[in-house]
C-alpha cells in the first residue's frame, strides 16, 4: 500500500511540476516552419462562413504567404470578442483578430490594438481606394486601426408575389404592385395595406343591420375593417364603435388630452373626435384583433433600430463635437416612427404578433420567409437564407419543367456520356468539349472529352436574369427626408493587430491580402456580401450569388452611408437605445422622455469615462 | 510533534496539495484579486488603477443623473434578481417537497414518475429556454399555451413579451427544473423513521398533523440546506434569463438579473472593477440571507439525535 502511496504521489508532483515549469504555449510565441514564420489568426466565424474563410487562408497561404515565408494558422472560434480580450490582456494575443464592428473603436480607445497607419501606407492602402464609409469606421482619433474583412449595408427586402396578390388593393390605395415603396411615408402606406389583423370593432348584427348602409359605401358587412383607413370608412356609416378606450387608456392619457382639448372623462362621439383621440392614445388594445401578417414591423428583425436615425437625417453621436445626440428631433422623430406601427395596429396586437417570431431568423420560421412581414430591413445575406430554407422563394416565375431540369444538375456525373446528360437535362449550348445547360437560376458547365463528361461546374444565371425570378425585391430603404437617396446602415467585420502581436509586419501581409480586389471579391461572393472596395469587377456583381448586390454596392459607396458611431462607449449606448426602442415599440413611454432620460443617463456614463481614460493616459504616461 | 507527527503533516500536506494548489491559484487568488479589483479602475486591457470605494459609490449611493442615488441599472438588475427569489425560492421549495412527498409514496409506476421527475433537470439551460420559448410562444398558432387558450375562447397572452407576465413565466419555467431539489428531499423524506408515523397516528394525529408535527421537523435540515442553496443559486440566476432574452433583460429589462449586469460590466462595457464590485456585493447579500438562515435555523432545524 505504501508503494502505491508513493508511486501515485510521485505521478502527481512530477504532472504539476511540469505544469508549473513549461505551462501551455499562449497564442503567439514566435513559432518558424520551413515555410518561415507562422502567424495566428482568430475569427469568429464558426461553421460555413467560418470555412470560407478556411478557404482564403489556404489561397494565402499556397501564393503570398509561399512566396514570403508567411504561414497563417486559423482558428475559427465563438466569443471571439471576450477570447480576444482576455489573451490581449495576458499579453498572448493572436496575431490577427477577426473582431465585430462594436469593438473597434472600444479596443482602440483603450489602447489594445496597432495602429496600422504606417503599414497601410507602405502597402499604398489608402482612403480612396475604399468606400469612404467603411475606411472612415476604422478611424478613430486619427489613426487608422484595422481594415474591414467584409463589409455589408441594409436594405428593404419585399415580397414581389404578396405585392401581386395585393395588387388591386395596393392600387386602391394609390400605390403601385410593382415596385418597392420609394419614400418612407409610402412604406407606411403600403404596410398598412399589406396588414391583415382580425378585428372586432362591431358586434355581428350591428354589421348585419346596417349591411344596406354598407353596402352604399362601397363596404363589405360582412366583415371588419382591417385597416386604421378602412375603420374611418366604417365609422363614417356605423359611428365609433362602443367603448372604444378602456378607461385604463383614457386616465393614462388624461394629461395629454386635457392639453389637446379632449375630455378623459368619455369616450369619442365622431370621426374627427375619435382621430385627435387616437393620435394621443393609439389605436385601443381591446379591439385590435390577432395579427395573420404585417406589411411592416420596425421590431422585426429589429437588428438595426438603434441605427434608425440614419434614415430620419440624425445620429445619436456628434463625432465633431464629440457629443451624445440621443435627443436630437431626428432621432426623436425616428423613435416616434417606431412607435407609430405599434398605435397603429394595437399594442397587445403588435407584440403578441412580434413575439410570436423570437428569434429564429436562420430557420424555416423565419417571419420574411414564411410571409408573416411582406417587408424587412436586412443585409446582403439574406439570399443564403431564401436558398437554404426555402429555395422556391428565388424561382417564383421559374417554369416547373426547369425546376426539374435545375434539380437534376445534381444527377451530372462525370464519366456520363452527353447523350444521358441530354436525357436528364434535354439538349445542351455549346460544341466541342464545352457545353452549358441553363435551367432555373443556374447554369451547368461541362467539359466534354471522347463524349464524356470529365469535369462539371455550375454558376448563377446573371444577376438581372435571375432577379425576374425572385419572389423577392431589394431596394434601398427609404429615408424619411425627402429628397435623400441611398441612406442606409453599413455594418462590417474587421481585422486587426491587437496590441502585444510579436509578428506585426506578417500579420499586416496578411490582412492587406484581404484587401485585394479579387480577394475581397471572392471572400464576399462566398459570404454573400458587397465588397468593401470602390471599385468592383462586372463578375462580381453578375455572378454574385444575391442578384441584387448592385443595390448594396451602390447604397454603401453613397454619401448617405452611415457606419457605427465611434464613441468608445457603444456597447452601452446601444444597449440604452435597445430600452428606448422597446419602451417605444411597447407604447410604456413616450419616446422624446425616454430618450432624454437616457441621453442624460449616458451624458454621465461617458463623462465619467473620459475621465477615468484621462486619468489612465496620464498614470501611463501618455499625457503628462 | 514527533519527527513521525511531522513526517505525517508533511505526506497529508503533500496529498492535499493538488487541491491546494489548484485552490490557490484557481479561487483564492481569483477572488482576492477580484477585491483589488473591486477598488480599482480596470479595463482588463490597461493596468488597475485604484480607486478607493468609488466603483462602490457609483453603484449604490453616488447621485445619479435621475438625481436619485447609484447606479439605476444595478439597482433595477438587483430588485429584479430579489423578485425573482421572493417568488421561485418558496415556490420551489414547496412544490419540490410536494413532489418529493407525491414520490414517497409507494404507488404502482414510483420509478417511472420519479425519472419523468428528475429528467428536466438534466435538460442543459439552453436546450430548455429554446423549449420554453415556444410553449409561450404569443402567437397562437404556434404558442403551445396560447393554442389552448384560443381554444377555450381566452385571449393569447405574451409570456414573455410583457414585463407584467415575463417574471411569473421564468419562475414557472425555472420550476421544472427542480429535480435535483425532489431527490434530496425524497432522499430526506426516505430517512424519516417509520415509528414515529405509528406512533403519531396510534396517538390520533391526521396526514396534516403527521405532515406538520413528523415529516417537516424531520426533514428540516434538508430543507435548510436547499434553502440555503436555493439562496445562493437564485440570486445568482444567470443562464436562463441570458439566454431567453438574448442578454437584454427583455422585456423592459424585466428580466434583467444582477448576474447579467455583472457581466455586461466585465465583458461587453470592459468595466471589470465594476463587475467586480458587484460580485463582492453579491458576495455579502448571499452572506447576509444566509447568516439570517443560520441565525433562525437553531428554532426550527431539528436533527436526530439532538
Known amino acids: ?624 | 510533534m514527533t519527527k513521525k507527527d511531522w513526517q505525517q503533516l508533511g505526506k497529508g500536506l503533500a496529498f492535499l496539495s493538488p487541491w491546494l494548489v489548484g485552490f490557490t491559484v484557481f479561487t483564492g487568488l481569483p477572488i482576492a484579486l477580484s477585491f483589488w479589483f473591486s477598488l480599482c479602475d480596470y479595463t482588463l486591457l490597461q493596468k488597475p488603477v485604484y480607486v478607493g470605494l468609488e466603483n462602490y459609490r457609483t453603484l449604490i449611493w453616488g447621485k445619479n443623473s435621475a438625481g436619485g442615488y447609484g447606479d439605476p441599472w444595478f439597482w433595477k438588475s438587483l430588485w429584479n434578481t430579489a423578485r425573482f427569489a421572493a417568488v421561485f425560492l418558496p415556490a420551489a421549495m414547496v412544490v419540490s417537497l410536494g413532489l418529493a412527498m407525491l414520490l414517497n409514496l409507494k404507488i404502482k409506476g414510483q420509478a417511472f414518475y420519479r425519472t419523468i421527475i428528475f429528467l428536466p433537470s438534466l435538460v442543459p439551460a439552453v436546450a430548455s429556454a429554446m423549449v420554453w420559448l415556444w410553449i409561450y410562444n404569443a402567437d397562437y398558432k404556434q404558442g403551445l399555451i396560447n393554442a389552448y387558450l384560443i381554444k377555450l375562447g381566452l385571449d393569447p397572452v405574451g409570456f414573455l413579451a410583457l414585463k407584467e407576465w415575463a417574471m411569473y413565466a421564468l419562475v414557472f419555467m425555472s420550476l421544472w427544473g427542480v429535480g435535483n431539489t425532489v431527490i434530496i428531499y425524497l432522499a430526506g423524506l426516505q430517512d424519516v423513521p417509520r415509528e414515529l408515523y405509528e406512533a403519531a397516528e396510534i396517538d390520533g394525529a391526521g396526514i396534516w398533523r403527521r405532515l406538520w408535527h413528523v415529516t417537516i421537523p424531520m426533514v428540516s435540515p434538508v430543507i435548510f440546506f436547499n434553502l440555503i442553496m436555493g439562496i445562493i443559486g437564485s440570486l445568482q440566476t444567470f443562464s436562463t434569463p441570458y439566454i431567453l432574452t438574448d442578454g437584454f433583460g427583455r422585456p423592459e429589462r424585466s428580466l434583467y438579473f444582477f448576474a447579467m449586469y455583472l457581466y455586461d460590466n466585465a465583458f461587453q462595457y470592459l468595466k471589470m472593477g465594476h463587475a467586480s464590485a458587484m460580485s463582492w456585493i453579491m458576495l455579502v447579500i448571499i452572506l447576509i440571507f444566509t447568516g439570517i438562515a443560520f441565525w433562525t435555523s437553531s428554532r426550527w432545524v431539528h436533527y436526530q439525535g439532538k
Not at chain 1, 511540476?17 to 502567424?39: C, D, E, H, N, S
Not at chain 1, 375619435?274 to 428583425?301: F, N, Q
Not at chain 1, 403578441?352 to 436562420?362: L, R, T
Not at chain 1, 425616454?594 to 501618455?622: D, P, S, T, V
Open chain 1, 1 to 624: 500500500m505504501k508503494h502505491v502511496q508513493i508511486v501515485f504521489f510521485t505521478v502527481f508532483v512530477a504532472a504539476v511540476a511540469y505544469l508549473l515549469l513549461f505551462p501551455p504555449a499562449g497564442a503567439t510565441p514566435a513559432k518558424r516552419t520551413a515555410q518561415g514564420t507562422v502567424i495566428t489568426y482568430w475569427e469568429k466565424w464558426t461553421g460555413l462562413e467560418g470555412s470560407q474563410m478556411q478557404e482564403i487562408v489556404k489561397d494565402f497561404n499556397n501564393t503570398v504567404g509561399k512566396e514570403k515565408g508567411i504561414y497563417v494558422q486559423y482558428l475559427s472560434m465563438s466569443k471571439i470578442d471576450q477570447k480576444t480580450l482576455i489573451a490581449t490582456a495576458a499579453g498572448i494575443p493572436p496575431d490577427v483578430a477577426g473582431v465585430w464592428d462594436t469593438q473597434l473603436v472600444q479596443f482602440a480607445a483603450l489602447d489594445a490594438l496597432e495602429p496600422l497607419d504606417d503599414y497601410a501606407k507602405a502597402y499604398g492602402i489608402s482612403r480612396d481606394m475604399y468606400k469612404p464609409v467603411y475606411w472612415d469606421a476604422m478611424v478613430y482619433e486619427g489613426k487608422l486601426w484595422g481594415l474591414v474583412s467584409t463589409p455589408w449595408a441594409v436594405a428593404l427586402h419585399y415580397n414581389k408575389r404578396t405585392f401581386q396578390e395585393n395588387a388591386e388593393a395596393l392600387k386602391r390605395a394609390g400605390l403601385d404592385p410593382n415596385r418597392a415603396p420609394a419614400t418612407l411615408q409610402e412604406l407606411d402606406r403600403y404596410a398598412e395595406v399589406l396588414d391583415i389583423q382580425h378585428a372586432h370593432w362591431y358586434p355581428e348584427e350591428v354589421l348585419e343591420k346596417n349591411a344596406e348602409a354598407l353596402k352604399a359605401a362601397g363596404l363589405d358587412a360582412t366583415k371588419q375593417p382591417t385597416t386604421a383607413e378602412e375603420l374611418e370608412k366604417y365609422v363614417k356609416v356605423l359611428g365609433v364603435p362602443e367603448n372604444f378606450f378602456e378607461g385604463r387608456t383614457l386616465e393614462k392619457y388624461a394629461e395629454r388630452l386635457k392639453a389637446a382639448g379632449l375630455d378623459p372623462s368619455r369616450q369619442p362621439r365622431d370621426l374627427p373626435e375619435m382621430r385627435r383621440y387616437v393620435l394621443i392614445c393609439g389605436l385601443p388594445d381591446r379591439v385590435s384583433g390577432r395579427m395573420e401578417r404585417a406589411g411592416y414591423l420596425p421590431a422585426e428583425p429589429g437588428w438595426f433600430m438603434s441605427h434608425t436615425a440614419y434614415w430620419f437625417g440624425a445620429s445619436v453621436y456628434d463625432a465633431k463635437t464629440d457629443k451624445l445626440t440621443l435627443t436630437d428631433e431626428g432621432v426623436v422623430r425616428a423613435y416616434e416612427w417606431m412607435e407609430s406601427y405599434t398605435k397603429r395596429l394595437g399594442r397587445k396586437a403588435a407584440n403578441d404578433f412580434k413575439s410570436g417570431m423570437q428569434d429564429v431568423f436562420a430557420s424555416a420560421q423565419n417571419a420574411f420567409l414564411v410571409g408573416s412581414v411582406v417587408m424587412e430591413k436586412q443585409g446582403p445575406w439574406m439570399v443564403n437564407y431564401t436558398e437554404d430554407l426555402k429555395p422556391s422563394m428565388d424561382r417564383w416565375n421559374v417554369p416547373k419543367d426547369e425546376l426539374e431540369r435545375e434539380k437534376n444538375f445534381t444527377d451530372v456525373k462525370v464519366g456520363m456520356s452527353v447523350g444521358e446528360v441530354e436525357t436528364l437535362l434535354g439538349p445542351g449550348q455549346g460544341a466541342g468539349d464545352k457545353r452549358t445547360w441553363k435551367a432555373g437560376i443556374k447554369t451547368l458547365h461541362a467539359t466534354i472529352a471522347d463524349g464524356k463528361v470529365r469535369e462539371t461546374s455550375w454558376k448563377w444565371l446573371p444577376a438581372e436574369e435571375r432577379k425576374k425570378y425572385f419572389e423577392w425585391g431589394t431596394a434601398e430603404f427609404p429615408s424619411a427626408i425627402p429628397g435623400v437617396q441611398g441612406a442606409t446602415y453599413a455594418g462590417y467585420d474587421v481585422l486587426v493587430i491587437p496590441r502585444g502581436s510579436k509578428h506585426k509586419k506578417e500579420a499586416f501581409e496578411f490582412i492587406a491580402y484581404i484587401q485585394r480586389q479579387e480577394v475581397q471579391e471572392k471572400l464576399c461572393s462566398l459570404h454573400c456580401k458587397n465588397s468593401v472596395l470602390r471599385k468592383v469587377s462586372k463578375e462580381f456583381v453578375s455572378n454574385h450569388q444575391n442578384p441584387y448586390i448592385d443595390v448594396y454596392e451602390r447604397i454603401s459607396a453613397g454619401s448617405n452611408a452611415r457606419c457605427l458611431p465611434g464613441i468608445p462607449i457603444w456597447p452601452e449606448v446601444n444597449a440604452e437605445l435597445g430600452q428606448v426602442a422597446e419602451k417605444a415599440v411597447k407604447l410604456s413611454q413616450e419616446p422624446r422622455q425616454a430618450l432624454q432620460e437616457a441621453q442624460e443617463r449616458l451624458e454621465a456614463r461617458y463623462a465619467e469615462f473620459k475621465r477615468r481614460q484621462a486619468e489612465r493616459k496620464r498614470l501611463a504616461g501618455i499625457v503628462k
